[in-house]
């Protein structure tokens, strides 16, 4: 049997991940990396530490590492604090559990992802793949969900006005830009795990959709 590792599973794709990794039968254990308390579950050890010290790692050993990590620059502050949610952290989690015998890393991107845009988000969104691709996996998934739809513990004013645009016309929107349930992401994360397969895998939010 395998474990898994999880960063963001209080987060919206998160945290219907960590029920699909909880409730299936490919896990034996799971390790969830966050700074709030989780429901108790007897496959569950959670582990709280600094996730940009990567000596902070070396106690877990997973099969696959799975990571939700994002926010906005609205709530992470500042573009030096978004940078180190959505690049440094994921990076960082990448390279120390490569090195204690992961195979396979599932990242949470985002539509338009791109180490060359001249948009400070799509560009950093860009560099945390590029960082991944790079790192040695014999499998890495990048996910890119256009706007995620569910219900968030945190305010985000613009996520909301855009949810209520797509309600009213998102029949007029080409499938790639349809707002996504996170739900649907978080199923298609454990899909491709189950897969097995080797290289580097963009999966975009039409994709998404259809699992």
Known sequence: ????????????????????????????????ITRKPLPVHPKLEQLTFNMA????????????VYCCLGTTIAVAGSKENFRKVD?????????EMLSSGARQYLLV??????????????????????EITRTGYRAVHIFRPSLLLGNR??????????????????????????????AKVANAMYYCANLEQSGVHIHESGEIQSY
């Not at 395998?2 to 490919?26: N, P, Q, Y």
């Not at 539509?111 to 560099?127: C, Q």
């Open 87 to 95: 690049f440094v952290y994921p990076s960082v989690m990448a390279t």
């Open 109 to 130: 991107s985002a539509l338009g992802a791109d180490k060359s845009s001249s948009i400070f988000y799509n560009r950093v969104k860009g560099e945390v793949e590029d």
């Open 1 to 32: 049997m395998k474990t898994a590792m999880i960063a963001g599973a209080t987060g919206l794709v998160g945290s219907h991940l960590l029920t699909l990794l909880l409730s299936g039968d490919r896990y034996e254990k799971v390790i969830a």
């Open 53 to 64: 010290d990567s000596a902070s790692y070396r106690a877990g050993r997973a099969d696959d």
């Open 153 to 182: 513990t945190e305010k985000r004013t613009g996520e909301d006005a855009a949810k209520i645009f797509y309600k009213l016309f998102g029949f007029l929107i080409p499938k790639k830009y349809k707002g996504i349930e996170a």
